[in-house]
């Protein structure tokens, strides 16, 4: 008789990854991971102590997968801000749940909107803002929420079907009101 496969972190990991891409946060239980995972719940609370615990590891292991968006080589536009925010959006259309998962609902790790986005000591938010002239360590703050403002908002509008325009049009919208913001 062949050795029953058990049951590991990873593969929970990945089969909560799944679940959340396709349904949403709110879909994820230990019922429905079981039976994305192909097991019963018992594995799930062998592994981990509480669901609580699982949806911290799945929150990471979904800014991981974030972060991985930022490292594919987007070319849209020269202006500052524009590649970064297009990816971002890309990012919310593509994978609305764990972009809501991710940028809309609270974590318990208390990770906040911008470490996500700045990548940790990848520093995508500092390295854009370091390519705008004219502006000092000491305007970064205010010119980030302006432009995160329009970014995130974009998204926002592009997940929700709020917001129906093409992407040589957002690349447009963002450089303009980029211009406006710093320039």
């Known amino acids: 008789m062949p050795r029953k496969q058990s049951v590991t972190k990873d593969m929970l990991l990945d089969a909560a990854f799944d679940l959340v891409r396709e349904k949403g946060r709110e879909e994820l239980s230990a019922r ?31 800014a991981d997968y974030f972060s991985g968006y930022f ?23 593509n994978e609305p749940n764990i972009f809501r998962m ?14 996500l986005v700045n990548g940790g000591s990848k520093n995508y938010v500092i390295n854009e803002l370091k ?20 970014i995130h908002g974009t998204a926002c509008m592009m997940i929700r079907n709020e917001f129906d325009i093409s992407e040589k049009d957002t690349v447009n919208l963002l450089e303009d009101m980029f211009g406006k913001i710093y320039g």
Request: proline residues 2%.
């Open 32 to 62: 429905h991971l079981a039976e994305k995972a192909g097991c019963s719940t018992q594995p799930i609370f062998r592994i981990y102590s509480n669901m609580g615990e699982l949806n911290n590891d799945l929150f990471l292991k979904c």
């Open 71 to 93: 490292e594919l080589d987007s070319n849209y536009s020269d202006v500052p801000f524009v590649n970064f925010g297009m990816t971002f959006i890309s990012f919310a259309k």
């Open 102 to 115: 991710l940028f809309l609902q609270e974590n318990d790790l208390n990770k906040s909107t911008y470490d």
């Open 131 to 150: 390519r705008i002239k004219g502006i000092g360590t000491s305007d970064y703050e205010s010119v980030f929420m302006r432009v995160w403002l329009v």
